[in-house]
């Protein structure tokens, strides 16, 4: 591109003159400088003209001449739009007047006419059927754009109060914005241009799986001043926000604002939740739009926010929270606040009877426990949770609090034990104490290396183990009465809902192959109905060399209590 700028001083009347020409220029490249670069090599773009204005009374305001566009082309896969024959753009003392200004594609065409207008008043009609794929790159917020757009309008006024008249619509529409992982499609509205107003009577769409409807209307103000009111309804939403969070629901939100960033907040009524998040994932998905520092500071940002969040979250049921830390039900309220890739969130959330918590691979019963967002720069919420858990022959009591950054753990036992002696009962199942003990004869040595190779194995496998099937998987110790030792056993169960759980135990060694079936159901928070089954097969015993006495498999109902007493 070839350019000659010749602008007099400020109180010099000479004139000024400007030349320019292009042959196949690529514009897109400086388009991109917008925000849009990741999209930059998805067009092709091309622009060839050749230009010369002049002003005799160095002003802006009287040029004359004339700008002649031989080829003008934007593409994207196979959407286009072309002139076929070359436009022009004709310049009367600051009066324009567009000549075959017509751009076609396959099933597309864009036309734009005007004579004898200027900025401070235009005279423009428009009419258009393009595919919106192709202006994604005027859009870098958007992760994904298409369908057709068609509209017919005339603009009058100033550039800076444009006064449009007519009509658009859109028809199978989607678009997704960028951090949130869900479209919106089958987007199908009406919009109508009144002067300073556009009226959007009414909106469908899709969103999660659910119906999305919209109405309301955009007051033009001025430049960056387009007033927006939008009121939004969804229901049968089927979400997937954040990462590795399920939830159904259905929501009020509305739209407001007067320029980018505008306000979607409201209300989102959650009908069920599944949490399967790790809580120590730290990892974020924030995502900015880096602008070129060579443009001008009214376009120039650090970043770019097209939308930001302030919705309440009504939970009119419990939450459930899976993940190989916590096993149970939560309750409360939450808001989210900020941009929907990298939101806050504020609010309580607390747990319901018969949640756990996994701490060192050993299950605990949850017997209160809170967490509450409160940080207004990052998401690293407060902490408390009481647990207790029965370990061979000692009661052991969790308390953990602190930041979800910088917990803190602490246990205590009864009967009490040293703190060497709870971290060993934890780990290996069995205290320094008696490990010692247990190291000065043969068998125990075994019962020993036994539990410590159960220890590690659940540390290990077990977490890949459920992630993958769905089942916890852990290896423990059970006692033979046969022979008064401890005996490697496998322990498989599963939550099949929210009152049901079934577990699976195998006895891997000793004088009988024992397995058990449990399948428990929570009839209410204290009552429990638990069916079991045990098959018992004779093994060869080694020592007396003969068979033991077949034991009958047994299968029994039984009612369980529990209740905490304070």
């Given at each position: 591109m070839e350019s000659?700028?010749?602008?007099?001083?400020?109180?010099?009347?000479?004139?000024?003159?400007?030349?320019?020409?292009?042959?196949?220029?690529?514009?897109?490249?400086?388009?991109?400088l917008l925000g849009g670069s990741q999209l930059q090599q998805e067009y092709e773009t091309a622009l060839t003209s050749?230009?010369?204005?002049?002003?005799?009374?160095?002003?802006?305001?009287?040029?004359?001449?004339?700008?002649?566009i031989t080829k003008f082309l934007i593409k994207r896969g196979d959407q286009y739009l072309v002139n076929s024959e070359p436009m022009s753009i004709t310049w009367n003392n600051g009066k324009l007047s567009l000549e075959k200004a017509h751009l076609e594609g396959p099933g597309t065409q864009a036309q734009i006419q005007g004579r004898g207008f200027d900025f401070s008043n235009l005279d423009l009609s428009l009419t258009a059927d393009v595919e919106l794929k192709l202006f994604q790159l005027f859009f870098p917020f958007f992760d994904d754009l298409g369908g057709p757009l068609k509209t017919q309008a005339t603009i009058t006024g100033s550039?800076?109060?444009?006064?449009?008249?007519?009509?658009?619509?859109?028809?199978?529409?989607?678009?997704?914005?960028?951090?949130?992982?869900?479209?919106?499609?089958?987007?199908?509205?009406?919009?109508?241009?009144?002067?300073?107003?556009?009226?959007?009577?009414?909106?469908?769409?899709?969103?999660?799986?659910?119906?999305?409807?919209?109405?309301?209307?955009?007051?033009?103000?001025?430049?960056?001043?387009?007033?927006?009111?939008?009121?939004?309804?969804?229901?049968?939403?089927?979400?997937?926000?954040?990462?590795?969070?399920?939830?159904?629901?259905?929501?009020?939100?509305?739209?407001?604002?007067?320029?980018?960033?505008?306000?979607?907040?409201?209300?989102?009524?959650?009908?069920?939740?599944?949490?399967?998040?790790?809580?120590?994932?730290?990892?974020?998905?924030a995502i900015t739009f880096q602008q070129s520092p060579y443009l001008p500071q009214t376009l120039r940002q650090q970043s770019f926010e097209p939308l930001l969040?302030?919705?309440?979250?009504?939970?009119?049921?419990?939450?459930?929270?899976?993940?190989?830390?916590?096993?149970?039900?939560?309750?409360?309220?939450?808001?989210?606040?900020?941009?929907?890739?990298?939101?806050?969130l504020f609010g309580k959330l607390e747990t319901e009877k018969g949640a756990r918590i996994i701490f060192k691979d050993k299950i605990f019963d949850i017997q209160s426990g809170s967490v509450n967002f409160n940080n207004p720069d990052e998401i690293n919420p407060e902490i408390f949770v009481s647990a207790r858990s029965r370990i061979n022959d000692y009661d052991i009591n969790l308390i953990i609090q602190g930041q979800a950054k910088s917990i803190s753990p602490s246990l205590s036992s009864v009967p009490p034990l040293s703190e060497n002696d709870l971290f060993s009962l934890l780990a290996l199942g069995i205290t320094s104490t008696r490990l010692e003990q247990n190291v000065q004869?043969?068998?125990?040595?075994?019962?020993?290396?036994?539990?410590?190779?159960?220890?590690?194995?659940?540390?290990?496998?077990?977490?890949?183990?459920?992630?993958?099937?769905?089942?916890?998987?852990?290896?423990?110790?059970?006692?033979?009465?046969?022979k008064n030792i401890s005996v490697p056993k496998l322990t498989l169960s599963r939550q099949l809902g929210r009152k049901t759980s079934l577990q699976y135990s195998r006895q891997l060694s000793g004088n009988n192959n024992t397995s058990d079936v449990k399948i428990q159901y929570q009839l209410n928070q204290n009552l429990s109905a638990v069916g079991s089954f045990e098959?018992?097969?004779?093994?060869?015993?080694?020592?007396?060399?003969?068979?033991?006495?077949?034991?009958?498999?047994?299968?029994?109902?039984?009612?369980?209590?529990?209740?905490?007493?304070?």
């Open positions: 000659d700028l010749r602008i007099p001083r400020i109180g010099v009347s000479e004139p000024m003159k400007l030349k320019a020409k292009s042959n196949g220029w690529s514009y897109g490249n400086l388009l991109a050749d230009t010369e204005l002049e002003s005799q009374t160095n002003s802006w305001s009287n040029l004359s001449g004339r700008s002649q550039w800076d109060h444009p006064r449009i008249l007519g009509s658009a619509a859109l028809d199978s529409t989607f678009f997704k914005f960028k951090g949130f992982p869900h479209p919106i499609e089958k987007i199908k509205a009406d919009v109508t241009f009144s002067h300073n107003k556009i009226l959007i009577p009414q909106i469908k769409g899709v969103l999660a799986g659910g119906e999305l409807a919209a109405s309301g209307e955009l007051q033009i103000n001025g430049v960056r001043d387009l007033e927006t009111h939008v009121k939004i309804s969804a229901s049968g939403l089927n979400l997937m926000v954040p990462e590795k969070t399920r939830s159904t629901g259905s929501a009020e939100l509305s739209l407001n604002g007067n320029w980018f960033p505008y306000t979607l907040s409201g209300v989102y009524f959650v009908q069920s939740a599944l949490f399967e998040k790790e809580f120590t994932d730290s990892s974020s998905g969040l302030d919705l309440k979250i009504d939970l009119k049921h419990n939450v459930q929270v899976k993940n190989s830390q916590m096993d149970g039900f939560v309750t409360g309220h939450l808001q989210v606040k900020g941009p929907p890739h990298n939101p806050l004869s043969g068998e125990q040595a075994k019962q020993t290396a036994t539990e410590v190779f159960g220890s590690v194995i659940n540390q290990t496998v077990g977490r890949g183990f459920k992630s993958a099937t769905g089942l916890s998987f852990q290896v423990s110790n059970s006692y033979d009465n046969t098959s018992r097969a004779p093994q060869e015993d080694t020592t007396e060399k003969s068979l033991s006495k077949d034991q009958p498999s047994v299968f029994g109902v039984d009612l369980e209590f529990r209740r905490e007493f304070k």
